[in-house]
């Protein structure tokens, strides 16, 4: 029935997800018996017990992520969002507990408690704490420099922003950094940044870091780079 993955609760028990037939399966380890199984909608790929590829999961939950949706959401494209679903496994039987749409199916996902990890969160980078080579504190700080043929942009974020925002005399041949700094130093404002023909698709740089990526001239033309965290730079 097309068994995908399988992940654990602890307790000596397994879930496996059925892509063919659409459902996940509790199996317990020691004899294989089948112990229940529920329905997903539909197309189960992988699926999640937090902790669970781990030495103590914590078998309260498993999430199924499912691949294919049709006739349950409104038809507003070409595809259709995929679905997750949340399922009580803390007793004998799992009982769904919530059914939503999502963005992708993941092919691998894990999950943890938040207790675990929300005294270490970082919201910000202190920008006066940046010790990065090529950080810009500020956009007086914006600048080209140039060493043989390697050129170093010192490039500042701001909504909404990129500074220098018109970059001359780069030549054919030239290694192009662009190391940029953001500068805002409020939660949750990401920027991110791109160039056309770079070979890794782009940089995303948290409030107060600096994050650098590599471009390589290789032919003449007109390049543009942009924002790719929808701040509108």
């Excluded at 294919?68 to 009580?88: C, H, M, N, V």
């Excluded at 408690?113 to 700080?141: C, F, T, W």
């Amino acid at each position: 029935l097309g068994p995908l993955h399988t992940e654990f609760d602890g307790n000596g028990n397994a879930y496996t997800s059925m892509f063919a037939s659409s459902e996940i399966v509790k199996w317990r380890i020691s004899d294989l018996a089948v112990l229940d199984r529920v329905p997903t909608y539909y197309s189960i790929g992988h699926l999640s017990v937090p902790g669970g590829p781990t030495a103590k999961p914590h078998g309260k939950y498993v999430i199924a992520y499912n691949k294919i949706t049709k006739d349950r959401y409104l038809p507003t494209g070409p595809e259709l969002t995929q679905s997750a679903q949340l399922y009580d496994i803390s007793g004998d039987k799992m009982k769904l507990l919530l059914d939503s749409p999502t963005t992708g199916e993941p092919h691998y996902a894990e999950a943890l408690p938040a207790s675990m990890i929300i005294d270490k969160q970082r919201k910000i980078y202190k920008l006066e704490e940046n010790k990065h080579a090529y950080v810009a504190m500020g956009e007086g700080q914006a600048k080209v420099t140039r060493s043989g043929n390697q050129v170093h942009i010192y490039m500042t974020a701001i909504r909404s922003h990129l500074n220098p925002d018109n970059i001359e005399g780069v030549k054919v041949g030239d290694d192009v950094y662009f190391h940029v700094t953001n500068l805002e130093q409020d939660w949750d404002v990401p920027h991110g940044f791109a160039i056309k023909g770079a070979n890794n698709a782009e940089i995303l740089i948290m409030p107060g870091e600096t994050q650098t990526i590599k471009w390589k001239a290789d032919r003449v033309g007109i390049y543009p780079f942009y924002c790719t965290d929808f701040c509108s730079a």
